[in-house]
């Protein structure tokens, strides 16, 4: 039986561009990560403190924006290929949109990666959070726009692609991986709104002295109002595969179509007028739009409660067709020497605690004790940093074999890989928790204050950075042995049938839902009138209260500016 890559070579050849593009932002983002493990802990400095501001924005950006969302793309083009069983319609517009993505990718690193070269008068030391008032260089907003236009246009080349296989199919149901893409996409395009006219609107005409102000909490809501659903286009990815992809790798079929479907639909209409819990301590905005926030925050927690219930359903089902027994047994049964099983099923496992550790940071009167801690890392690395990396490094040894035509270089070698950084996760993420409860800060190169000491509940402050030092360096080795892995499968001689790539059929099929779950205009329009409501008042004030453009200088990064000159903008900003 013909792989992917005899089905459909030029397709293939576009998702190993967008696989390749990801895997070398991981590359370089891990070793960001691990220089910042090393220096805040004090283990192994060899960057100016300086300097780890824009290792720490590197570290961000090409790990949180950069190796997901290429990814993302890449997977997104292999499923709406192979569940419609059809090649893109144009090509050409394939790749347009990986050209235009690529090259705003280049030019936000450009832009961060000059910060490390003195004589290169250009920095984006902004953090990956790049709201006002701290100010790039404009080659790394320029970039983000077009980032964010090229993932537009691929979702566009994914409605087209829907569009052409529905004139063909009138009266069948949205094939269930096209469906994950749409719904997606159809939050992505609702949510990069307020980034998109942040940059365009506000930040770029800053940067290049257009106009002379700015109103930082207006770009701050404006990111958090694309912050948070961003979290959301990074874990569909994710479920898609936990969805799709482990039931089959587990020996069973998925539990049920219908509910996946109403998984996503949840998450496109809550997933975006929730932001403002990214906000709980910005003076600004009304304690009572916060308020709403935070319920309309918790209700997420269903969508998360139905995967879990429903990935684990499927698993324990194909556990019971390889022989699994009992009531707990059957994880015995399982495919734990799988590297692709095995990774995507620890990923799943913590994903669960990050949902824990998020409803602190949803909380609203929880949330004052951790905020800016170490606490908050900690939760996004489970989240993103597992969830979200850890299965898309474990797919991949299941996905590239079909896009090569080779097979994977080392199964033991993805097993440790997939298992280590299990490990250095669970070292790194329960010592940030920790760290954060007792209020070590989070970004900054030196969390000490003078004359004063953290002291830790349990165990102390020395023992939390070895951890974290640990755990980095546990992270870092993992993402080698994940590349050297991968580019060694890549010189492997091509085989016949490298993977077994199809996909069984749920046991509860989308035949037995309502139709209704696959009106995606009707899911659009509510979940427009959800953002206008949640959205229209707070922005209102905001703009009310300082104006569209504020009256705040900024805090360029990438002068040349004397101390003296930045110190009056700091001055003018806190005044």
Not at 17 to 43: K, M, N, P, W
Not at 365 to 381: A, D, K, M, Q, R
């Amino acid at each position: 039986m013909a792989t992917f890559v005899d089905r459909y070579p030029d397709e293939a050849a576009v998702v190993k561009a967008c696989l390749t593009v990801s895997f070398t932002a991981l590359a370089i983002g891990a070793f960001f990560g691990l220089v910042q493990a090393l220096h805040r802990t004090d283990y192994f400095r060899f960057i100016s403190s300086v300097d780890y501001y824009t290792v720490l924005t590197g570290h961000g950006v090409l790990l949180a924006l950069v190796f997901t969302i290429f990814f993302l793309v890449g997977l997104f083009t292999w499923a709406v290929v192979q569940s419609l069983e059809r090649p893109m319609p144009d090509i050409r517009l394939t790749w347009a949109w990986f050209g235009l993505t690529t090259t705003g990718a280049v030019f936000a690193a450009v832009a961060i990666l000059a910060g490390l070269i003195p004589s290169i008068d250009m920095s984006a030391d902004v953090l990956y959070t790049f709201y006002a008032p701290l100010q790039a260089h404009p080659l790394f907003y320029i970039g983000l726009a077009m980032f964010i236009v090229g993932t537009w246009l691929a979702g566009a080349d994914w409605f087209l692609a829907y569009r052409d296989w529905r004139g063909d199919n009138p009266d069948e149901r949205i094939p269930l991986q096209t469906f994950m893409v749409l719904t997606t996409m159809l939050m992505w395009y609702l949510s990069t709104l307020g980034v998109a006219v942040s940059v365009v609107v506000f930040l770029i005409p800053w940067s290049f002295g257009l106009v002379e102000t700015v109103n930082p909490l207006l770009t701050r809501t404006l990111f958090w109002y694309f912050g948070h659903p961003v979290v959301y286009f990074w874990l569909m990815p994710a479920y898609l595969m936990w969805y799709t992809v482990l039931p089959k790798l587990a020996g069973g079929r998925l539990f049920s179509d219908p509910l996946a479907r109403v998984v996503f639909v949840l998450f496109l209409l809550l997933s975006t007028p929730v932001g403002i819990h990214h906000q709980y301590l910005d003076p600004g905005i009304a304690e009572g739009f916060k308020f709403i926030a935070m319920t309309n925050t918790m209700f997420l927690l269903l969508p998360s409660l139905l995967t879990a219930f429903t990935v684990v359903a499927s698993v324990e089902h194909g556990a019971r067709q390889r022989g699994g027994k009992g009531y707990i047994k059957w994880l015995g049964a399982l495919p734990w020497r799988d590297p692709a099983f095995t990774g995507m099923a620890l990923a799943g496992a913590m994903f669960a605690a990050g949902g824990f550790s998020g409803m602190i940071n949803a909380g609203m009167n929880i949330n004052y004790l951790i905020h800016n801690t170490l606490w908050v890392p900690g939760h996004f690395h489970l989240t993103v940093g597992t969830a979200v990396a850890l299965t898309m490094m474990a797919g991949s040894y299941w996905l590239v074999p079909q896009l090569t035509g080779k097979r994977l270089y080392s199964r033991p070698i993805g097993l440790l890989q997939v298992v280590m950084w299990f490990v250095g996760m669970v070292f790194m993420s329960n010592a940030m928790h920790r760290a954060g409860l007792v209020g070590i800060p989070r970004r900054t190169a030196e969390p000490q204050y003078q004359s004063f000491d953290f002291n830790a509940v349990i165990g102390t402050v020395g023992e939390l950075q070895a951890q974290i030092a640990l755990g980095g360096t546990l992270l870092f080795l993992s993402v080698v042995l994940f590349v050297f892995n991968i580019l060694l499968s890549a010189i492997e001689d091509p085989i016949e049938n490298p993977v077994d790539d199809s996909l069984p059929a749920p046991l509860s099929g989308a035949s037995g839902s309502p139709r209704v779950l696959d009106d995606l205009r009707l899911w659009t329009a509510i979940a427009v009138v959800l953002v206008i409501l949640a959205y229209t008042l707070p922005l209102a004030s905001i703009v009310g209260d300082a104006g569209w453009f504020g009256n705040v200088p900024g805090v360029p990064v990438w002068v040349s500016a004397n101390v003296e000159a930045l110190g009056d903008l700091l001055r003018e900003v806190v005044a």
